[in-house]
């Protein structure tokens, strides 16, 4: 049986001559040069941008595919007053990019509602439903955040009861084509020229903020001193970021080392109180991030209490906030025990119903799994049995599933093929292999 210990090692052997003149020429120890190659930073000048990663490296935002006619279409909301919603997914990323987005209008005078679907309720991403009722409730503009790109039926209500949609999304693009919306960012498209695919869905909510920033000035004439300090945001975009397992190359290494330290200091009272009830006081790292911050905010969406998480997170009292963090704690500490019957469960009926030997691919379903958990204990049979497994949680005459996969393995097309057996379904960055 293979193990994460008892794996086969193939180590890189990185050219020595690219090594040795990146380590002259930045005069940095061999081995960091060597990591930086296998990396495939390869030259003296990518290692220098790498190295130094100064905010002033992060790429225009205009160069994201239809980010003119998104701007063009937020400054018209604010100009005339309307009702804006944010919609945003129920994971870190997403609930990160709400509480962005709400945090970046709040700066310049612009209250925005949100919406974050339930996970159990209504699952990922756009619905019917909602959208109706964010109509209903008056709102004329919606922007999407880490969700919506497949969503193109619920688009085309959106835009029939008058409600317009701004797309903001870094999943791959669904086989029906892009929704009719009045912008669709996200770096993945094929016709986006965009330098850097990998942003997370808060990376890409902060690129849109930036434009919007640059164009109340350039646009609406702002004097420059009224316009919000964007750094000061990058707390929560790091977070999201990490959480999301997004890869730590190009943008996301410049956001995420600066996110960092910005997060050690920061004075968001919903952050403040997240790090006091994870015992983390000192320095925060992407370590610390991924095992102490996420995994809390995470088990508030994934026992479908996501909104506590935004609260959290937009709180501006220090007493609320640590009521919040308190309760959310107690949140992950119930996800954690059903997550542990799940993964019992799952390992038992491994033992019962597949043959490690033959079967390449292990898909398991049970009215015991809960659907909040399915996806962090499919990686965790990834990770011990290296291969695709998909887990479903049986609810009534439907089944909930989530799969994880190894890079040898597209579980997008895989589903595709199967698709004629299936009520819906949409698959994360296949890149991010085995989270
Ligand atoms: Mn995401």
């Known amino acids: 049986m293979l193990s994460l210990l008892n794996k086969k090692w193939i180590l890189r052997n990185p050219s020595l001559g690219k090594v040795n003149d990146i380590a002259c020429a930045l005069d940095i120890p061999p081995v960091v040069a060597q990591l930086l190659v296998n990396r495939k930073i390869e030259t003296v000048e990518e290692a220098n941008i790498y190295i130094k990663a ?49 945090h970046f209008f709040r700066d310049i005078g612009v209250s925005v509602g949100y919406y974050l679907p339930e996970r159990m309720k209504e699952g990922y991403g756009l619905n019917e439903d909602a959208i109706k009722l964010i109509r209903k409730e008056g709102a004329s503009l919606m922007i999407t955040a880490d969700c919506g790109i497949t969503a193109v039926n619920e688009v085309e209500l959106a835009l029939s009861l008058g409600l317009d949609v701004i797309i903001t999304d870094h999943h791959q693009v669904g086989s029906q084509g892009l929704p009719n919306a009045v912008a669709v960012l996200n770096p993945q498209r094929s016709d986006c020229q965009y330098p850097y695919r990998f942003l997370s869905g808060v990376g890409l909510a902060f690129k849109l903020a930036l434009a919007v ?13 009224h316009l919000p300090n964007m750094k000061r945001h990058l707390d929560l975009v790091a977070l999201g970021t990490i959480a999301d397992v997004a890869p730590l190359t190009g943008e996301n290494h410049v956001l995420v080392r600066h996110g960092l330290k910005v997060l050690t200091t920061t004075d968001k009272a919903g952050l403040v109180a997240l790090k006091m009830v994870s015992d983390l006081d000192n320095k925060v790292s992407a370590r610390s991030v991924g095992f102490a911050l996420a995994p809390r905010l995470n088990a508030a969406g994934r026992m479908g209490k996501a909104d506590s998480g935004f609260h959290l997170l937009t709180s501006v009292d220090l007493k609320e906030a640590k009521e919040l963090a308190e309760r959310i704690d107690v949140i992950n500490q119930e996800r954690k025990n059903i997550q542990g019957q799940v993964q019992e469960e799952a390992e038992y009926l491994i033992s019962r119903e597949i043959n490690l030997e033959e079967d390449r691919v292990i898909v398991l379903a049970s009215k015991n799994f809960h659907s909040g958990v399915i996806g962090i204990v499919a990686s965790r049979i990834v990770e011990k049995y290296f291969r695709p497994v998909v887990l479903i949680a049986l609810e009534g005459l439907i089944g909930k599933g989530s799969g994880r996969s190894i890079p040898q393995f597209n579980l997008h097309r895989a589903f595709t093929d199967c698709s004629s057996h299936l009520v819906q379904f949409g698959v994360m960055l296949m890149l991010r292999g085995l989270q």
């Not at 920033?213 to 001193?225: A, E, F, N, P, V």
Request: with cysteine.
């Open 54 to 102: 100064t905010l002033s490296s992060l790429h225009d935002p205009f160069l994201i595919k239809g980010m003119e006619l998104a701007v063009e279409r937020i400054l018209r909301a604010i100009k005339n007053k309307e009702s804006i919603r944010l919609f945003c997914d129920y994971d870190v990323d997403g609930v990160t990019s709400a509480a962005f987005l709400t």
């Open 213 to 225: 920033r640059t164009s109340l000035h350039k646009k609406m004439g702002w004097d420059k001193s």
